[in-house]
């Protein structure tokens, strides 16, 4: 079993629709969760952190789920420069109690959004 | 341009050669990793520095693959006897330690592709 599943999609959606994306990880003891945004060929790029509270940034909503260990991203009214893959992302820190950020990436689920 | 830089950005090699990568992390940065990123899958950690010190490897990272960063600032990633299960997008990322900081954001250069042929 994967440490961090994500359905891989692909997502194909009109623009203006809402989308989510859910992400499950198998480590209790992981410590900080992230989705990344990768256009294609390119770098991956931080788009939010996830809070356990869950969290808001304009169109972009993520909740976190720590008693069932599942993560989501909420993308309402979808333009189309969404159109990427989004890679849900888990930090388990260090065992020795140091912190430093080795992320555990899935595999990522790719969205199309068309006029 | 003060982002993470790589380089090259691509590298052709035959079987059986050896490739090296380099990687400038955002200066201010302490903490550099590598990760390793083949088609339809997300990155794979390979291996991480704070400083100069090379503080975790991955199992991924067999002994043909060697990492430095021996001054604390940039890093070279070297392959040898490089096979074609190697090809793959080699990405760099830096991050700034602040504390004890799960939520650290790291940022990423645009990778070396590398096809060994």
């Known amino acids: 079993r994967k440490e961090v599943e994500q359905d891989p999609g692909p997502f194909n959606v009109p623009e203006g629709a809402t989308v989510a994306f859910n992400c499950t990880y198998s480590?209790?003891?992981?410590?900080?969760f992230f989705w990344y945004r990768q256009d294609c060929r390119k770098e991956p790029k931080l788009l939010m952190s996830v809070y356990s509270s869950g969290n808001e940034d304009g169109r972009f909503t993520a909740q976190l789920n720590r008693a069932s260990q599942y993560i989501s991203l909420l993308i309402r009214d979808s333009k189309l420069s969404d159109s990427a893959t989004y890679l849900c992302?888990?930090?388990?820190?260090?065992?020795?109690?140091?912190?430093?950020?080795?992320?555990?990436f899935g595999q990522g689920t790719i969205l199309t959004v068309h006029p | 341009d003060t982002g993470v830089s790589q380089n090259p950005r691509h590298k052709i090699t035959k079987r059986g050669q050896n490739v090296t990568f380099r990687c400038d992390p955002i200066?201010?940065?302490?903490?550099l990793y590598w990760y390793r990123q083949t088609l339809g899958q997300g990155p794979e950690f390979l291996t991480y520095?704070?400083?100069?010190?090379?503080?975790?490897k991955s199992r991924l990272l067999s002994d043909r693959f060697s990492a430095e960063r021996p001054k604390g600032s940039f890093s070279t990633l070297e392959i040898q006897r490089t096979e074609q299960g190697d090809s793959a997008m080699y990405l760099c990322?830096?991050?700034?330690?602040?504390?004890?900081?799960?939520?650290?954001?790291?940022?990423f250069g645009p990778g070396t592709r590398l096809l060994v042929l």
């Open positions: 990322a830096s991050s700034s330690s602040v504390g004890i900081n799960y939520q650290e954001t790291q940022y």
């Open positions: 480590n209790s003891a992981s410590q900080s």
């Open positions: 992302v888990v930090n388990r820190g260090n065992a020795g109690g140091t912190s430093y950020g080795k992320l555990t």
């Open positions: 200066s201010e940065h302490n903490r």
């Open positions: 520095f704070q400083n100069e010190a090379q503080l975790e």
